[in-house]
């Protein structure tokens, strides 16, 4: 990733070095903040007038903006800017909920933490309303199948010992490709998650013996990232996207669809295949997958037509009866 911070723009610089330096948001959480007040920005430097050629929003210079600026914004023009992307840009709830975040993050930062402006414009700021769905994953039958397809269709361990993580662990496409050799003691694993924090995954059997097999055959020569546990073909550390073109693929051969699963409905898998099969408590289970607020992990609770049916039959009243 090539994003740099100094090379933002000025008005919203600052911001984004605190939330790297102090709140320890990871790189890719940066740059998401920057293109999100970046179009911010843009937009409102053409609500003010401030821009009034032809270009088009994207074009929009706003290298010159500075504090005394975004002291004119409030609650209605920011309604505007969300009107703006729900309209013109098409964005969907769950975008413009984002967005939403991230602009009260700024202001917040903005008033009580730099005290630039006198204001908080977003402190009665709403996020839309996002339709909960729950998430896809594969069943127990259809994770076994996966995982035989890998091996009867794969060419050594490699692929084999990425999808067992991914089913059996519930990590992130961001935390595997970031695994080290020295990450891994006997059955530990350490891995970084989001806000760059650290945390252990137990490795089960099937983890420990995958990766033992794949270590045998993975390449020592030649390597330019030694400490990268899984490699590309080219003996670099492996990318995301190669993963996610191999996982999609894997896919396919299993003969599941493609539209409904990714590398990601892999993770929401792991989770909920431990919460249903594995018997996990929910507050384990956010332990694990990393999750900072307890509310995030209770969206793999979701559970299938025959509990609902279950908990009701189960009911201590259920057979009491009118008759006489």
């Known amino acids: 990733m090539n994003f ?23 790189l890719g959480t ?23 050629s032809e270009k088009s929003i994207d074009e929009i210079d706003i290298s010159s903006l500075d504090y005394n600026f975004v002291k004119k914004i409030q609650l209605t023009d920011i309604y505007e800017y969300l009107s703006y992307m729900n309209t013109v840009r098409k964005n969907s709830a769950a975008t413009r909920a984002r967005k939403v975040a991230c602009l009260r993050s700024y202001f917040k930062y903005m008033h009580s933490k730099a005290k630039y402006i006198d204001d908080n414009p ?19 039958e259809e994770s076994k199948l996966l995982l ?8 050594g361990y490699r692929d084999y010992a990425i999808i067992t ?20 003691k006997n059955d530990t694993l350490i ?7 650290e945390r252990t995954i137990y490795l089960n059997n099937a983890c420990i013996q995958a990766i033992a097999k794949y270590m045998k055959e993975r390449p020592v020569d030649n390597v330019k990232d030694k400490n990268a546990l899984f490699l590309s073909a080219r003996n670099q550390r492996i990318s995301n996207k190669t993963i996610q073109h ?5 896919i396919e051969l299993a003969g599941l669809d493609t539209s409904r699963f990714s590398t990601h409905k892999l993770r929401h898998t792991a989770a909920t295949l431990m919460y249903r099969e594995g018997n996990t408590d929910l507050r384990t289970l956010q332990e694990i997958l990393g999750h900072e607020h307890l509310s995030t992990t209770q969206i793999y609770t979701h559970v299938n037509d025959e509990q609902q049916k279950n908990a009701v039959r189960n009911n201590p009243l259920a057979n009491i009866n009118t008759s006489e």
């Open 246 to 250: 191999l996982v999609k693929k894997y």
């Open 191 to 197: 891995v970084t998650g989001k806000g760059n924090k």
């Open 165 to 184: 993580l991914f089913l059996n662990c519930g990590m992130r496409l961001s935390e595997l490709v970031g695994i080290n050799l020295s990450d891994i």
């Open 122 to 140: 977003t402190k009665e700021l709403e996020s839309p309303k996002i339709k909960q769905s729950l998430p896809n994953y594969l069943t127990l």
């Open 148 to 155: 035989e397809t890998v091996l009867k269709n794969s060419n």
């Open 4 to 26: 740099v911070i100094s090379e933002q723009p000025f008005v919203y610089k600052e911001f984004l070095m605190y939330m790297q330096t102090i709140r320890g948001k990871s």
């Open 30 to 52: 940066i740059s998401e903040y920057s293109l999100d007040l970046n179009l911010f920005f843009k937009f409102m430097s053409r609500h003010f007038k401030v821009d009034n």
